[in-house]
C-alpha cells in the first residue's frame, strides 16, 4: 500500500499535532528499518497506522473489542491501551492488511510484549523518540537507539513503566511482562 494512500485515510482521523508525530514516528521507523535490517515498507506502514484509532470514542473501541473477538481484556482500559489493538483492526478490516507483523506492531506499540519481533520493537520505539517528543531522558533513549536495538527497547519499556509507577497511573499486564523479559535480557 502507498505512503500518500495510507496518509490519506489517517489524516481526517487525528488533530493536526497527532498527524505531525505520526510523520516523525515514520521518518524514526524507516530510519531504525534502515539502520537494524528490517522492511522498509512494512516499517513505513505500521508507523503511518499506529495511532489511526487514538481519537475514536472509546465506548466504540470497547463495541468493536466485544463484538469482534479482540481480547476481552482489554475493555477496562482506555484508548491509551485500546487505540493500538483497534488500529490493527481497522487496518487488517478496512485497508485489508494481511501481515501479521505489520498488525502485531500497531498492535502492541503502546504496551509491548514478551518475545518482539525487530518490527514491533522498531514500531515501538520511533513512537516514544520521535524528533517531536520532548521529555527528559529522550536524548538519551536516541542515542541508545543508534547503537542497539534490544538495549534501546529495554530503555524504553523501563522508562514507560517508570513514568507510570511515578505519576500512579495502571500498567497493563503486558507492559509488565515486557519490562521483565527485557530487564532479564542478556546484552
Not at 528499518?33 to 487514538?54: C, Q, S
Not at 530503555?155 to 499486564?173: G, M, N
Request: charge should be negative; include cysteine.
Amino acid at each position: 500500500m502507498e505512503r500518500e494512500h495510507l496518509l490519506d485515510y489517517i489524516r481526517p482521523r487525528m488533530p493536526e499535532k497527532r498527524y505531525i508525530h505520526t510523520l516523525g514516528v515514520m521518518e524514526t521507523a524507516i530510519a531504525l528499518a534502515n539502520r537494524y535490517g528490517e522492511d522498509v515498507k512494512k516499517a513505513e506502514m505500521a508507523a503511518i497506522l499506529h495511532d489511526v484509532a487514538k481519537f475514536e470514542d472509546e465506548e466504540g473501541m470497547r463495541d468493536i473489542v466485544r463484538h469482534n473477538g479482540l481480547d476481552g481484556h482489554l475493555i477496562p482500559w482506555g484508548a491509551e491501551i485500546l487505540h493500538g489493538p483497534i488500529a490493527a483492526y481497522r487496518a487488517e478490516h478496512e485497508l485489508g492488511i494481511q501481515d501479521e507483523d505489520v498488525l502485531n506492531a500497531m498492535r502492541y506499540h503502546t504496551t509491548g510484549r514478551v518475545n518482539m519481533s525487530k518490527l514491533e520493537q522498531i514500531i515501538y520505539i520511533a513512537d516514544m523518540i520521535e524528533p517531536n517528543r520532548k521529555f527528559n531522558g529522550v536524548e538519551a533513549l536516541r542515542e541508545v537507539a543508534k547503537e542497539d536495538l534490544t538495549r534501546a527497547m529495554r530503555a524504553c519499556i523501563y522508562h514507560s513503566v517508570k513514568f507510570l509507577v511515578d505519576t500512579e497511573q495502571a500498567i497493563y499486564p503486558l507492559s509488565i511482562e515486557c519490562y521483565n523479559h527485557y530487564l532479564g535480557e542478556e546484552l
